[in-house]
């Protein structure tokens, strides 16, 4: 997985739309692009947007946005035509109706362009602070809006603040021993069917490679030898970036749940993960929108 070929990249870490940051600052930058008829808008309504395919998002012309959302500029396509985002809570009842209806990220993500899977995943990421922090964390008052919707200053004590990334580690765990064996861990929020790499944010003061080795040995008991970065990808949910490593155990024998948050782990062999990867067999794995799906596809496929 590297950054200079994008097809082997997580299909929410591909090079997407041209974000085009030094517009920002040009002042009323959103309210002049609503007025453009030319200018296409992702609705986003909780953590689902609107699909005129499958694999295809439903934009939308400004005039077509229903009052009441929080707006933002995304950036340009490559024809150089402005995209905006118009963020909305999550509705009761679809917002508008769309040729093949409203889906999350989660489920869309994989199928979308790369520049449509970029968009999604930028509106969703900056629509969820846009409508989750509107006061400021240090007095409390009702923020002002700036850079097309990429900040927000205190009117009161003047603090600016900008859109928060938290980042977190993302590990597939490979035996020592045996090349065809991948230890996986099933969380007691999910089904006992339901298995995928173990993951926990960066504590203040910590480094990834420090986090890895702390998360493992947390959830799986297993103290890690090597460990080898693997890419990453944004995870809007609620803010995360997922930082994806492979790392070798130390013992395999060492293997346990912690019995809170990881219910239950389980070494794999390389047939067993292929048959899951295929929808085959009892075993549920993460889906392809997710950076835990290719971990695990490219270490059955032998390219970790």
């Known amino acids: ?9 997580p299909p929410l870490a591909r090079p997407g739309l041209d974000r085009a940051a030094e517009e920002r600052v040009t002042p009323d930058l959103v309210e002049t692009l609503k007025t453009d008829a030319a200018t296409r808008v992702v609705v986003i309504a909780g953590d689902s947007a609107p699909l005129i395919a ?4 439903a934009w939308r012309a400004p005039a077509e946005v229903p009052d009441g959302g929080e707006w933002a500029f995304l950036g340009r396509d490559d024809d150089g035509v402005a995209l905006l985002t118009a963020v909305f809570t999550a509705q009761e009842e679809e917002l508008f109706s769309a040729p093949a209806g409203w889906a999350g990220l989660r489920t869309a993500g994989a199928l979308l362009s790369a ?35 990429w900040s927000r200053r205190c009117p009161n004590c003047g603090r600016q603040h900008f859109p928060r990334t938290d980042p977190a580690v993302i590990v597939a765990i490979t035996s020592a021993d045996d090349p065809d064996l991948l230890l996986l861990g099933s ?3 999910w089904g006992a069917d339901r298995f995928s790499c173990f993951a926990g944010f960066v504590e203040a003061g910590e480094s990834l490679e420090a986090a890895v080795r702390r998360e493992v040995a947390e959830e799986s008991g297993i103290e890690v030898g090597r460990v080898t970065y693997r890419g990453s990808q944004a ?7 997922m930082v994806g490593f492979l790392a070798e155990a130390g013992d395999d024998d060492a293997a346990r749940a912690d019995g809170e ?3 239950a782990v ?4 390389r047939d067993e993960v292929g048959r899951a990867l295929g929808g085959e067999g009892e075993v ?3 889906g392809r929108a997710s950076i835990a799906h290719r971990l695990i596809a490219d270490w059955h496929a032998g390219l970790a």
């Open 1 to 9: 997985m590297t950054a200079s070929d994008s097809t082997s990249l």
């Open 54 to 57: 499958p694999d295809q998002l």
């Open 115 to 149: 520049a449509e899977a970029g968009a999604f995943v930028e509106a969703l990421s900056l629509g969820r602070w846009l409508l989750d922090a509107p006061y400021c964390p240090a007095c409390g008052t009702l923020t002002i809006l700036g850079d097309a919707g």
């Open 187 to 189: 969380n007691a929020l």
């Open 235 to 241: 995870w809007p949910y609620p803010r995360s970036l």
């Open 261 to 263: 948050e990881i219910a």
């Open 266 to 269: 389980r070494w794999f062999t």
């Open 284 to 286: 549920v794995l993460p």
